[in-house]
């Protein structure tokens, strides 16, 4: 073996084993408009015909999403014609993940929204997980079931929150809050923000359709 | 997924080397056609943090981090750790930022430097911090290390726990592409934020676009004006002028895109139709030679008058501007990229008022440096005298040259290559290759003379080589040198003019399960002759070489041609996209106006090619 061949084994090796070694990556995969509107396991509220879909990329330690989930609440309701769908894509904190599971695993009773407004409704940035656990347990909610289900479902939970991830890396989301509402993407809007992506977002369709 | 994004940040810088500005344009064509025009405007954390260290002492460093402005980061989020142990930092005091929504919180905006003690030149330095955009998005912890000894900066992979596992996952590219800002729909005003953004940009490229051969043409002819308006011409004299020349230029590139916005129907593509094309080159003919002082001996005194009072006595403001409304649209051959763009913008917004500002603020941007030809022209040029003429003849060589480009695009390159040589030929015994020296001459007169019959010599070498069959200018014999090599790409292209062809031709590809890629084309278009330069590159012959290749030839400009592009709402030539085997185009690929291999093998790979 002469210098060269030496000096090139040298240099790739570590090339080679960190290949060997890095973590498995899934083969690639394609995300298209349906996976990201109709996930059968987000949890969706609204008006499930309605004709435009709003899509909340949320944690619940960004202070942002919870000073617009009011106005969120408030334009879907008074619209009337908006399906909601929840993308927990916990980025900020540890604790934001432990939110997250908290409030996917009241889905399996039903309590995903008593459980997320009572996430969002606790002020601040910097939650603890104790501060987040307290405040569910006063929701309303079965804690034990709640605990159970986390337990038992945490594989579909994680998948789930793996998956709204993916997506909102895929379609190059920055940060939280973000929401996509018919084709747009956007980030906090107040109530007067949602009421015009709305009209805006129908005019696109109505063009588009066209 | 932010990793295949720097990936393929550090592909496109390849080939950024070989034209920035043209390269920043058309990546701001091609989020514009993506992007549906709405201006993107949060950006990922890597560009709004940015970190840098440096060594200033053998046991300490410095760590400066800067934030773009209307960012900021949150003082508590900001954390050191050095060989596995927290570091414990005394941070300046930050900002108080008191939020009604949630409290008081310290921040720092803008920039933030750091000195950090007894820090050896050994292991690395991991830095973290997070924070938020004013218009109330929060970015991710970002989290990077600092080698100590090599004080380079790399990210610290995301931790599983904190975020779930990357995968390599490819979204349909155009996927909720286009951002809503509360105030660009369609109630809002004219300058509101997005629309400012959108003038703004166009003003940018504008000037990036001046910094490229687009805008060469313009220079001789202002010059020429300039020149023509008479000696006594004061500096701001020549800017009046010349800004007369500018705005009018712009405003032909408004009226372009407000016509492009109500109609739909491109109008720079009529004005490079052979037609135009030619007339336009008749009227730069005229031009130069009135610049020579030709035309009162041949021509018709009305016609000839007001065709060379355009630059003979371009003193006047209102002509200046006629000159600068006309050769905007007929000069450019950068044009179409831009246009291109309006016409998509409008299709997309139906805004034609919005376009034509963004079109003419791209004619500002353009002229811009014009403007100081206009300024400083006249006092570059001499006063008066014998120069003054020759500065003439000479611009009156580069009307003909022009002439020449825009005839080019009508020629088979061939015969543009004997006319090149025609050219030069005239320029060089314009030079004096032919005059008489005596022994008396100065030596100005030999110079002249040597320098004439060199470029003579040229321009006949050209008329020889293109008799001969080539068409490189810079090796023009070649074809007498060499035995015919290959010629033409390696595989047969399908040619179709119409959109019925277009679509059997498609057929026929989809039913044998192959994707297609599609270009339109045509003879005129340089920046289409400069593409296919580009794609006969060997790697991506081999790529291509996978797919049908339907070139779809948009060289005469009829009603065919129109139907042709309505078929896959194209905007002009070149445009290139990938159909899948399927039979639909593949979101992403389409690919509008001058590209490079690299960008060209990018979008194809999005097609699975």
């Known amino acids: 073996m002469n210098r060269r061949q030496l000096l090139s084994v040298v240099t790739t090796a570590p090339l080679v084993t960190a290949w060997a070694f890095r973590t498995p990556v899934a083969l ?84 995903y929204h008593s459980v997320h407004h009572a996430l969002m409704a606790i002020p601040g940035r910097k939650i603890p997980k104790e501060q987040m656990l307290a405040a569910v347990k006063e929701s309303g909610v079965d804690f034990n079931r709640l605990q159970a289900d986390m337990q038992q479902q945490d594989a579909a939970i994680m998948g789930l929150i793996r998956r709204n991830s993916a997506q909102a890396d895929a379609i190059g989301l920055r940060g939280t809050p973000s929401y996509l509402i018919g084709p747009f993407r956007t980030s906090t809007l107040d109530y007067s ?18 | 997924m932010r990793l295949t994004y720097r990936r393929r940040r550090v592909i496109t810088m390849a080939s950024v080397g070989k034209n920035l500005a043209l390269w920043l344009f058309l990546s701001f064509l091609a989020g514009l056609s993506a992007s549906g025009g709405e201006a993107q405007t949060l950006r990922s954390w890597d560009d709004v943090f940015q970190l840098r260290a440096e060594r200033t002492a053998a046991e300490s460093i410095a760590v400066t981090l800067s934030i773009t402005p209307g960012n900021y980061i949150y003082r508590d989020r900001l954390t050191f750790r050095h060989e596995g142990r927290d570091l414990s930092v005394e941070k300046p005091a930050g900002e108080e930022k008191d939020d009604p929504n949630f409290g008081r919180v310290d921040i720092y905006r803008n920039s933030l430097s750091l000195e950090l003690p007894d820090i050896a030149a050994k292991g690395s330095l991991e830095v973290a911090y997070q924070g938020c955009s004013e218009r109330g998005i929060c970015y991710p912890p970002v989290r990077q290390r600092i080698d100590l000894v090599s004080m380079n900066i790399s990210d610290v992979p995301k931790d599983v726990a904190e975020t779930p596992k990357e995968t390599q996952i490819n979204a349909e590219a155009n996927l909720f592409s286009s951002t809503f800002e509360p105030g660009s729909g369609a109630d809002s005003q004219l300058l509101s934020g997005g629309a400012m953004m959108t003038i703004v940009s166009f003003l940018g490229f504008g000037l990036l676009l001046a910094f490229t051969p687009c805008i060469f043409p313009m220079i001789p002819i202002v010059s020429g004006m300039l020149a023509g308006a008479g000696s006594a011409l004061s500096a701001r004299r020549g800017f009046a002028l010349t800004l007369a020349y500018v705005l009018a230029m712009a405003s032909a590139y408004g009226v372009a895109g407000l016509i492009a916005g109500w109609t739909g129907y491109n109008l720079q593509f009529a004005l490079q139709s052979p037609l135009a094309l030619g007339a336009a080159a008749v009227v730069l003919v005229l031009l130069a030679l009135s610049m020579f002082g030709f035309y009162q001996l041949s021509l018709p005194v009305g016609l000839s008058a007001r065709l060379a009072g355009n630059l003979q006595n371009a003193g006047s403001i209102p002509r200046a501007a006629a000159l600068g409304f006309g050769s905007a649209l007929i000069v450019g051959p950068c044009v179409t990229p831009p246009l291109a763009a309006a016409m998509l913008y409008a299709l997309q917004t139906g805004d034609a008022i919005r376009s034509s500002a963004a079109l003419f603020a791209l004619g500002c941007g353009m002229g811009a440096p014009l403007l100081l030809v206009g300024a400083l022209g006249p006092r570059i040029l001499p006063r008066s005298g014998p120069w003054l003429e020759a500065a003439k003849q000479i611009f009156g060589v580069g009307f003909l040259a022009i002439a020449v480009i825009l005839i080019a695009r009508l020629l088979p390159d061939r015969f543009v290559l004997a006319l090149w040589g025609v050219f030069i030929l005239g320029a060089g015994v314009f030079v004096g290759a032919f005059d008489k020296l005596a022994s008396a001459s100065s030596w100005e007169a030999r110079l002249s003379k040597a320098a004439g019959l060199i470029v003579s010599l040229y321009g006949a070498i050209l008329i020889v080589g293109a008799a001969a069959g080539s068409t490189d200018p810079f090796q023009p014999l070649a074809a007498l040198a060499s035995r015919p090599s290959e010629i033409g790409s390696p595989h047969d292209n399908m040619r179709v003019t119409r959109a019925a062809e277009l679509d059997k031709a498609v057929a026929a590809s989809v039913a044998a399960g192959r994707p297609v890629v599609v270009h339109f084309t045509a003879d005129w278009c340089t920046i289409c002759k400069a593409n296919e330069a580009a794609m006969s590159d060997s790697a991506l012959q081999r790529k291509l070489a996978t797919a049908s290749l339907i070139v779809a030839d948009l060289t005469n400009y009829n009603a065919d041609a129109r139907l042709l592009m309505s078929r896959f709402a194209i905007a002009g030539p070149p445009t290139l996209f990938v159909v899948d085997a399927k039979g639909v185009e593949v979101k992403g690929t389409r690919l509008i106006g001058a590209f490079t291999a690299e960008t060209l093998a990018d979008r194809l790979s999005l097609a699975g090619l």
């Open chain 1, 28 to 111: 690639a995969q394609s995300v298209n408009t349906s996976d990201i509107l109709n996930d059968p396991e987000a949890p969706t509220f609204g008006n499930p015909k309605g004709d435009v879909t709003i899509v909340a990329f949320l944690d619940y330690n960004c202070p942002f999403c919870k000073k617009a989930a009011p106005d969120l609440d408030r334009i879907v309701k008074e619209d009337g014609k908006v399906r909601l769908v929840y993308k927990d894509w916990p980025i900020l904190s540890e604790a934001s993940l432990y939110g997250a599971q908290l409030a996917l695993a009241a889905k399996y009773q039903g309590k």
């Open chain 1, 193 to 210: 923000g949602f009421k015009e992506a709305l009209v805006e977002a129908r005019r696109r369709q109505a063009l588009s359709k066209r």
